[in-house]
């Protein structure tokens, strides 16, 4: 059915920045929410931030406002994350989802499709 690939993560130093992106295929993108989590070794996953099918709501975990914008792209069929300001305590592998419908939520269990991730590290 849906298939999500996420790429542009890499080793940054702090202060640095990344653009992750996300690519979905197999069902009509534009009708679905998306969201970006991540998870840090020993770490529950964790909700980083999400945006609503036609992008005009967004969410974002408090750690991450002001420095991380999410945005996409539905004639690409494709999310984005823009992270500036990039700090250590962003380590972690980076996941896109798609939500099962139009509204953006904060909740993994809502989420219907995964990617497989992509790891992020930043140092210090």
């Known amino acids: 059915q849906v298939q999500l690939v996420e790429s542009g993560g890499g080793l940054v130093q702090a202060g640095g920045s990344l653009r992750l992106s996300c690519a979905a295929s197999g069902r009509t993108f534009s009708s679905y929410a998306m969201g970006w989590f991540r998870q840090a070794p020993g770490k529950e996953r964790e909700f980083v931030s999400a945006?609503?099918?036609?992008?005009?709501?967004?969410y974002y975990v408090d750690s991450v406002k002001g420095r991380f914008t999410i945005s996409r792209d539905n004639a690409k069929n494709t999310m984005y994350l823009q992270m500036n300001s990039l700090k250590p305590e962003d380590t972690a592998v980076y996941y896109c989802?798609?939500?099962?419908?139009?509204?953006?939520?904060?909740?993994?269990?809502?989420?219907?499709?995964w990617g497989q991730g992509t790891q992020v590290t930043v140092s210090s």
């Open positions: 989802a798609q939500r099962g419908g139009a509204s953006a939520g904060t909740r993994s269990r809502n989420y219907d499709y």
């Open positions: 945006i609503s099918s036609n992008g005009i709501t967004t």
